[in-house]
């Protein structure tokens, strides 16, 4: 069997998770780097709650994810990166 298709990776190869706040109700969950139909039960759910009701349950770091995090420079690192 073979697959193909897009491979969604950020610079930092983090997700970018939450509310994009120069586009009014615009919010992006994206860059998993090959893991996001891994994560979309969970990622979904918080996002849904986000923008619903403004807040999750989930415990989810949303300022790790923060999409905004590439425009002031602040690439994460983690000490186990799968792309």
Do not use: C
């Amino acid at each position: 069997r073979q697959w193909a298709g897009f491979y969604a990776k950020t610079p930092d190869s983090n997700p970018a998770i939450g509310k994009i706040n120069y586009i009014e109700g615009f919010y992006i969950a994206a860059g998993f780097s090959g893991h996001g139909f891994m994560m979309a039960p969970g990622v979904g759910e918080a996002m849904a709650e986000l923008i619903v009701k403004g807040k999750s349950h989930v415990p989810l770091d949303w300022e790790w994810y923060d999409p905004h995090r590439f425009e002031r420079g602040e690439l994460r690192s983690t000490a186990f990166q799968i792309g």
